[in-house]
């Protein structure tokens, strides 16, 4: 399969550019002067801020993060480095926790979308996806959950019924059968 890593992780942030609704969200690494940039769902960033935010804890009540990895996340930039030129789009996101060295690894794999081929002999035979795995302190993490989900929240409001966007005209929600409230 092939792979990239990025070790040690120098620089670590997740963004999105473009205006609510029409967002594009990226997950960005560097280490030195290479540089990944990844395309993400937003829906990928919002559950890795909250996964880390549910984890993280843990992991520092058995062994607390080291004050100076800790000030060199929180000066970090967090800002989307030029250029935006995505390496791939993100498939699937997976963590794993190596003790030994106290990083933290983001395995990062291409979608590849299942085409059927044009003979209908079933599915195309489809390269090995590309995969980049980041190893990273758990500082950087904790600040790319927070500034993640601060991303997140830039978006469109959530109806408080359904919980789907609100545009800006409103929405049908299916939570009222596509009604809208009635004004007494």
């Known amino acids: 399969m092939p792979s990239r890593d990025l070790d040690p992780v120098t620089r ?7 205006e609510p609704g ?30 880390l935010q549910t984890w993280l804890p843990g992991l520092a009540a058995d062994r607390p993060e080291d004050p100076g990895e800790a000030a060199a996340a929180e000066a970090g930039q967090l800002a989307l480095a030029p250029p ?11 963590l794993s926790y190596d003790a030994e060295r106290d990083r933290v690894v983001i395995e990062a794999t291409e979608f590849q979308a299942g085409e059927d081929d044009d003979e209908g002999q079933g599915p195309a035979e489809l390269p090995d996806p ?17 500034h993640g989900s601060e991303v997140v929240a830039r978006g469109r409001p959530l109806c408080p019924l359904c919980g789907n966007p609100l545009d800006p ?14 004004a007494t």
Do not use: M, W
């Open 12 to 18: 670590l942030t997740a963004d999105a550019v473009g």
């Open 22 to 51: 029409q967002r594009t969200f990226y997950l960005q690494a560097a280490s030195g002067a290479d540089q990944v940039t990844l395309l993400v769902e937003k829906e990928q960033v919002r559950r890795l801020a909250e996964s």
């Open 84 to 94: 935006l030129e995505p390496d791939f789009r993100v498939g699937q996101l997976t």
């Open 130 to 146: 590309l995969t980049v795995r980041l190893f990273v302190t758990r500082a950087q993490l904790r600040v790319l959950a927070r």
């Open 169 to 182: 005209t409103g929405h049908i929600c299916p939570a009222q059968n596509g009604h809208r409230p009635t």
